[in-house]
Antibody, heavy 123, light 108 residues
Framework: EVQLVESGGGLVQPGRSLTLSCAAS????????MHWVRQAPGKGLEWVSA????????GYADSVKGRFTISRDNAKNSLFLQMNSLTPEDTALYYC????????????????WGQGTLVTVSS | EIVLKQSPGTLSLSPGERGTLSCRAS???????LAWYKHKPGQAPRLLIY???RRATGTPDRFSGSGSGTDFSLTISRLEPEDFAVYYC?????????FGQGTKLEIK
């Protein structure tokens, strides 16, 4: 059974940093690209970032480019999102999502999602 | 960036009825790279349709997707109680991969 378990969320002050983690199991992690998607309170879904299997293809939404860094550790079946210079607009439930297609690149749609970890940016 | 607009914002129907949700893109979605997700509060989103019309594993056949270019739709032929949720379309033809704002399907 595919499982994605996010952690690392919490309350953080504006301008500070936070790192999210996603522990994956139930599939061959290094066969798939992985993504972060977020949902602000009362809002819809927003794609944040993607990384392919070997970390050579990485993409970001404009809203986080230059502030967030996605990475993965295939030996530990883990995905990360380092978030710097956080603003209240980054307040959201952050989901880790698995790429649906077994491919060396990033295709961009998701067949499994975690339950999310909540990040609240407030003073 | 491709902007997706979903309509209606809220759809009120009864179990057993047919529901049609619309998703319109601001630019052509290449290769019909459009997906639909179902999202219930407190749960992870669930992939229903990809490639505009291909059902994902486990998607009941009462769900069907159609469309191409800039206009897409999701039809649920006979609504079941578990179908009432928020539905999002998402394009993955070009980065950034964008979502529509969602259609809430509620029980009438």
């Amino acid at each position: 059974e595919v499982q994605l378990v996010e952690s690392g969320g919490g309350l953080v002050q504006p301008g500070r940093s936070l790192t999210l983690s996603c522990a994956a199991s139930g599939f061959t992690f290094d066969d798939y690209a992985m993504h972060w998607v977020r949902q602000a309170p009362g809002k819809g879904l927003e794609w944040v970032s993607a990384i392919n299997w070997n970390s050579r293809i990485i993409g970001y939404a404009d809203s986080v480019k230059g502030r967030f860094t996605i990475s993965r550790d295939n030996a530990k079946n883990s995905l990360f999102l380092q978030m710097n210079s956080l603003t209240p607009e980054d307040t959201a439930l952050y989901y880790c999502a698995k790429e649906s297609t077994l491919t060396m690149i990033v295709v961009g749609y998701f067949d499994y999602w975690g339950q999310g970890t909540l990040v609240t940016v407030s003073s | 960036e491709i902007v997706l607009k979903q309509s209606p914002g809220t759809l009120s129907l009864s179990p057993g009825e047919r529901g049609t949700l619309s998703c319109r893109a601001s630019q052509i979605v290449s290769s019909s790279y459009l997906a639909w997700y179902k999202h219930k509060p407190g749960q992870a989103p669930r992939l229903l349709i990809y490639g505009a019309s291909r059902r994902a594993t486990g998607t009941p056949d009462r769900f069907s997707g159609s469309g191409s270019g800039t206009d897409f739709s999701l039809t649920i032929s006979r609504l079941e109680p578990e179908d009432f949720a928020v539905y999002y379309c998402q394009q993955y033809g070009s980065s950034p991969y964008t979502f529509g704002q969602g259609t809430k399907l509620e029980i009438k």
